[in-house]
């Protein structure tokens, strides 16, 4: 257990819908990524927060948004849902967010769009 | 962009053997970091080793340790006396440290998919 908890496990909705995902970083950690992990795509960063600081983007979609709240937990929102975004939605956390950290991740949202 | 490549898909080793994994990268830097992840059936990334690029000296893990060849851009990941947890997904990554001040992501490759063999 890395101690990075994600909600829901798993997902399953309609073409054209919006969902919520929702990160909770290991105690202390201050930083948190979001990856998506498709068949087609593989392992892809989408986007890095510090301190509820937008740090790093990725291969983000224009649908897709994140944040960072006050008490460092994440949500990835994903809008205009298409059948290509079904993927395991992993977020991970480090301490202060440099290079030096480890990522230590959690055990993903697996989504399927209908 | 750095790009990060390993060319075998699939591998099998028997129990208690050894087995290596390759993986290469691209890259213009001449830091960065580079990384092993695991990732089991039940589908979470786990750690396994990392390395320094300023650091001549190969990293070890327990088992697992892995073969730096930074003038050949190459970062393979041997596992010793292989055992049926090791089963798994097991992907490399880079990280740059100059993406910016406190930030920096994980690039990836495809994934090697390891089977163990009683």
């Known amino acids: 257990d890395s101690g990075v908890t994600q909600t829901p496990k798993h997902l399953i909705t309609a073409t054209g819908q919006r969902v919520t995902l929702r990160c909770s970083p290991r105690s202390g950690d201050l930083s948190v990524y979001w990856y998506q992990q498709s068949l087609d795509q593989g392992l892809q960063f989408l986007i890095q927060?510090?301190?509820?600081?937008?740090?790093a983007k990725g291969n983000i979609l224009e649908r897709f948004s994140a944040q960072q709240f006050p008490d460092l937990h994440s949500e990835l929102n994903l809008s205009s849902l298409e059948l290509g975004d079904s993927a395991l939605y992993f977020c991970?956390?480090?301490?202060?967010?440099?290079?030096?950290?480890?990522?230590?991740f959690g055990p993903g949202t697996r989504l399927t769009v209908l | 962009a750095q790009t990060v490549t390993q060319s075998q898909p699939e591998m099998s080793v028997q129990e208690a053997e050894t087995v290596t994994l390759s993986c290469t990268y691209d890259t213009s830097e001449s830091d960065y970091y580079l990384f092993w992840y695991k990732q089991p059936p039940s589908r979470q990334m786990i750690l396994v080793i990392r390395?320094?690029?300023?650091?001549?000296q190969n990293a070890t893990e327990n088992r697992f340790s892995v073969n730096f060849q930074k003038a050949a851009k190459s970062f393979s990941l041997k596992i010793s006396d292989s055992q049926l947890g090791d089963a798994a997904m097991y992907f490399c990554?880079?990280?740059?440290?100059?993406?910016?001040?406190?930030?920096?992501?994980?690039?990836f490759g495809k994934g090697t998919k390891l089977s163990v063999i009683p």
């Open positions: 991970a956390s480090s301490l202060t967010g440099g290079v030096t950290d480890t990522q230590y």
């Open positions: 927060y510090y301190n509820g600081e937008e740090r």
């Open positions: 390395q320094e690029a300023y650091k001549q």
């Open positions: 990554a880079y990280a740059s440290p100059y993406s910016g001040a406190g930030s920096y992501q994980l690039t």
